[in-house]
């Protein structure tokens, strides 16, 4: 049940983040950070890890959700 509670908390900051940046930063202009050494751009990956196109969202969700679950067997 912990790996499902950590997993949840870990996509729900990812996609408040999202949301943030989505609503408070212009598409392609970047942001520093930390000078000229770390800089945050906005951009959008249409795909999954890498831009990788591969069966679609529903396919990457119910594998996602698989793999928790079978995380979690092995974790036991």
Same mark, same amino acid.
């Given at each position: 049940?912990?790996?499902?509670?950590? /997993?949840?908390?870990?996509?729900?900051?990812?996609?408040?983040?999202?949301?943030? *940046?989505?609503?408070?930063?212009? #598409?392609?202009? /970047?942001?520093?950070?930390?000078?000229?050494?770390?800089?945050?751009? #906005?951009?959008?990956?249409?795909?999954?890890?890498?831009?990788?196109?591969?069966?679609?969202?529903?396919?990457?969700?119910?594998?996602?959700?698989?793999?928790? *679950?079978?995380?979690?067997? /092995?974790?036991?």
């Amino acid at each position: 049940m912990r790996v499902l509670f950590v /997993s949840l908390v870990a996509v729900l900051i990812d996609q408040i983040t999202k949301l943030l *940046v989505k609503f408070n930063f212009e #598409y392609g202009k /970047s942001h520093d950070i930390l000078g000229d050494v770390v800089r945050l751009t #906005y951009i959008e990956n249409p795909g999954m890890a890498f831009g990788i196109q591969f069966g679609g969202q529903i396919f990457f969700t119910l594998f996602a959700g698989l793999a928790t *679950v079978i995380d979690r067997k /092995s974790v036991v």
